[in-house]
């Protein structure tokens, strides 16, 4: 099989499987990040409006534990598909449940929001962390397209985004938000039936637990999952009845430190105790420092949902003529450079990889978080700006999200490409959900660096986004100085493929 993929170039020289994969991405990710763009406006604007009227520091918190626990719960569905069901069955289940939610999320009803909510992120941690390891499934560790197929796999995430942030930011205009979040629920079904008929170009691919259980440990995963269920339902069940207590901010704070705290012990489980040689070690050493380069620029990045949204709303001028720009569609931007940008940066690592010139993961991952920090020295200017009382031009978000992109280029894809290369085969679908984890602690810090942005005191936001642009440029410097050393350490993959 793997030989046949190899020689298979039918889809613009990859195999036909990244056609089925990135297909079934780009519709998922239409569902999540049209929805995405509406969440914090939608829970700040008040009652008599249609919304639910929290504070922004509360939407900011609860945007940020929902984003996180999104991306929180790939670590269990990589171990569900690994040992129980499957990547198939995970990709081909979590997509019925997140398109669940989005129709509970359709229901104009405050009391069901967040039960739809829950549902997108459990099916999201199924999906997510699956389909991205069944990509670089496709490929054995030698093959030079690998880098090139996560682009291109990348560029249909944006594509499916750029028709949400459409979509969604439009019938959220036009025809309220509840339409819009309907339109998201269409988006994931189209994607399920894409991915059902075209099945058969991953055939042999993760269609079968990597570690299978007994039988006596599968009844007992299949109950501890069950029991979780029912847990969470009862859960939510007392917080909807005011039984016990819910503090977003505090909660938030909490969760961050809970989920550092988990990505640490999971990865050191797997790096003490799976039984790893010498070599896979190393290349685990060289994947924690890519892990924390991701962790910090999700952080800075995940503004676009928060801050940076609710600037674009209040202190960006939308008015083109008679034409307001809904605010969702700022967030287009990126996925716009991306779709321009991903076959420039396909082609690149191509070429670079052919020279033997090509830079170590990790100084790729440096450079994207630099270039990332860097957006916000723009945002900086443009809230001096806002707090002298104008209202700027919209091309002071469209450059922070064009720097943002090319940061993401950078990094995104090269780390999933890391991941699937570095990682040790056994734990391939765990791996990718410990490092899916990176996105989770990212996103629940920018929540709580949202959460600092009241939009009554505008004279706040240059410090917020100087703040940002120092931390990352730091992480960054750091991490080019151990990539000294991680970088040979990366080389051993191949090592191990050749020998």
């Given at each position: 099989m793997t030989i046949e993929r190899e020689n298979d170039t039918r889809f613009v020289g990859h195999p036909m499987g990244l056609l089925t994969l990135a297909g079934t991405e780009m519709w998922e990710r239409m569902s999540y990040y049209g929805m995405r763009a509406l969440l914090v406006l939608f829970m700040v604007l008040a009652l008599e409006e249609g919304g639910l009227g929290l504070t922004v520091a509360t939407a900011s918190a609860i945007y940020g534990l929902y984003t996180g626990a999104v991306y929180f719960f790939g670590l269990p569905g990589g171990?569900?598909?690994d040992r129980l069901i499957g990547g198939q069955k995970a990709v081909f289940y979590g997509?019925?449940?997140?398109m669940i939610g989005h129709i509970i999320l359709a229901i104009p009803s405050e009391s069901t929001f967040f039960i739809g909510l829950i549902f997108v992120v459990l099916g999201t941690g199924l999906l997510k962390p699956n389909i991205g390891a069944m990509v670089g499934q496709l490929y054995?560790?030698?093959d030079s397209r690998r880098d090139s197929a996560y682009t291109i796999y990348y560029m249909g995430i944006n594509i499916g985004s750029l028709i949400g942030y459409g979509v969604c930011g439009y019938l959220q205009v036009n025809m309220g938000y509840h339409w819009a979040f309907g339109a998201a629920a269409v988006g994931m079904g189209l994607g399920l039936i894409q991915y059902k008929l075209t099945l058969n170009n991953i055939e042999g691919v993760s269609d079968k637990p990597v570690v299978p259980l007994t039988?006596?440990?599968?009844?007992?995963?299949?109950?501890?999952?069950?029991?979780?269920?029912?847990?969470?339902?009862?859960?939510?069940v007392l917080i909807y009845t005011n039984v016990i207590g819910f503090d977003p901010v505090v909660v938030a704070k909490q969760v961050a430190v809970a989920i550092t705290t988990i990505f640490l012990v999971y990865f050191a489980y797997i790096y003490f105790g799976g039984n790893l040689n010498a070599d896979e070690k190393k290349r685990m050493g060289a994947l924690f420092l890519i892990c924390l380069a991701s962790t910090c620029f999700w952080a800075g990045f995940e503004q676009a949902g928060s801050s940076l949204n609710l600037f674009g709303q209040d202190y960006t001028q939308r008015m083109i003529g008679d034409f307001e720009i809904p605010p969702a569609w700022?967030?287009?931007a990126n996925s716009i450079f991306i779709i321009i940008l991903s076959p420039f940066f396909a082609y690149m690592w191509m070429a670079l990889g052919k020279r033997m010139i090509e830079p170590s993961y990790s100084v790729k991952c440096a450079v994207g978080l630099i270039i990332m920090a860097s957006g916000f020295i723009v945002m900086f200017f443009a809230a001096q700006l806002a707090a002298s009382g104008l209202?700027?031009?919209?091309y002071w978000l469209v450059a922070t999200y064009f720097l943002h992109t090319v940061g993401e280029l950078w990094l995104s894809p090269v780390a999933l490409s890391a991941v699937s290369k570095l990682s040790p085969k056994r734990f391939a679908g765990q791996m990718m959900g410990v490092f899916v984890l990176t996105y989770s602690m990212g996103s629940i810090i920018a929540g709580i660096f949202a959460g600092k942005f009241d939009p009554e005191q505008v004279d706040q936001m240059p410090g917020l986004y100087l703040q940002i642009t120092y931390f990352s440029v730091a992480i960054g410097i750091v991490l080019l100085l151990l990539s000294l050393k991680t970088g040979k350490w990366e080389k051993l993959a191949e090592k191990e493929e050749a020998s």
């Open positions: 171990w569900i598909a997509g019925i449940i997140i054995s560790p030698t039988p006596q440990a599968e009844k007992k995963a299949y109950t501890a999952i069950v029991g979780f269920i029912i847990g969470l339902a009862v859960l939510t700022f967030q287009s209202k700027v031009a919209p």
